[in-house]
Structures are given as C-alpha cells and as structure tokens.
C-alpha cells in the first residue's frame, strides 16, 4: 500500500453507455447485434432487436 493511490470518488462508480439508434440504423445493424447477443448467450438481447422493429 506504500506506493498505492488512494481511493477516489470514481473508485464507487459504476460506468454505462447509452446508444441511441433511429429505425433506420438499427435495420442497417440488426444482424450484426443479433449474431454478437446470440454468441454471447444474451438471447433477450437479440430478442429486443425483434421486438424494436416489430
């Protein structure tokens, strides 16, 4: 601990991104967000793709 920082207010924090897609682009990617959901086990999110675009 000699050598360590310190702890910061940043240390507690937890870090999200928000995307935001129009109809448009989410068709354009839509493969490829339902492909990277399904290989890492994250069915609901490729189901929400579906969901989104009716």
């Known amino acids: 601990a000699r050598f360590a920082n310190g702890l910061a207010s ?6 999200s991104s928000v995307i935001c897609y129009d109809e448009e682009s989410l068709k354009a990617d839509a493969d490829g967000v339902r492909l990277m959901a399904e290989k890492e086990g994250l069915t ?3 189901a929400s793709v579906d969901i ?3």
Request: without cysteine; hydrophobic residues 35%; glycine residues 8%.
């Open 10 to 15: 940043t240390d507690f924090l937890k870090r």
């Open 44 to 46: 609901a999110h490729s």
């Open 52 to 54: 989104r675009l009716g």
